[in-house]
C-alpha cells in the first residue's frame, strides 16, 4: 500500500509556454507541491483574488513568474503582488529567458526571492524553491 503525504506547499506556476508549465508541474509534484498555474498575468491576479478583488482564495507559498506574456507581463503582475495586501509577501521566482537587464529591474523588487534564466537546470531550480520556502517558514 503505498503511502500518501500532505503536499509540502503550494506552488502557483505563471506562465504561457505549456512545455514549461509541464515541465515545472512534472518537477514540483515529484517533490510533492501542490501545484496551481495560470496562462498569463490577468489570470493569475484574478486566481489570487488581486483583481477583481476577492479575500477568499487560498494563496500559494510562493509563485514561479515569467516575464514575457501575452495580456499581462509580468513586471506588471508582480506590481499588482506587491500593493495588494493579501499577496505582497509571496515570494515570488522569476523565471524567464530575458538577460541581465530584466534581472536588475527585478532586484529591486522586495519580494523576489530569486531570479532563473532559461533554460534551467531542474535539480538546481528543486533545490531553490526547497531553500526560498524553508527561507519563508523561518519568518
Not at 500500500?1 to 514540483?28: Q, S
Not at 498555474?37 to 493569475?44: F, L, R, Y
Not at 515570494?91 to 534564466?117: C, H, S, W
Amino acid at each position: 500500500m503505498m503511502e500518501t503525504k500532505a503536499p509540502k506547499a503550494t506552488v502557483m506556476i505563471v506562465d504561457d509556454e505549456a512545455e514549461i508549465v509541464t515541465l515545472l508541474r512534472f518537477i514540483l509534484e515529484k517533490e510533492g507541491y501542490r501545484v496551481t498555474e495560470a496562462g498569463n498575468g490577468q489570470v493569475a491576479l484574478e486566481r489570487l483574488g488581486v483583481e477583481p478583488g476577492d479575500p477568499s482564495p487560498v494563496l500559494p507559498d510562493l509563485i514561479i513568474l515569467d516575464i514575457m506574456m501575452p495580456v499581462m507581463d509580468g513586471f506588471t503582475v508582480n506590481m499588482r503582488l506587491q500593493t495588494n495586501q493579501s499577496t505582497r509577501g509571496i515570494p515570488i521566482l522569476v523565471l524567464t529567458a530575458k538577460g541581465q537587464k530584466m534581472r536588475d529591474l527585478f532586484e529591486m523588487a522586495p519580494n523576489v526571492a530569486a531570479y532563473v534564466q532559461k533554460p534551467f537546470d531542474p535539480k538546481m531550480l528543486r533545490e531553490l524553491i526547497s531553500n526560498i520556502l524553508l527561507s519563508r517558514q523561518r519568518q
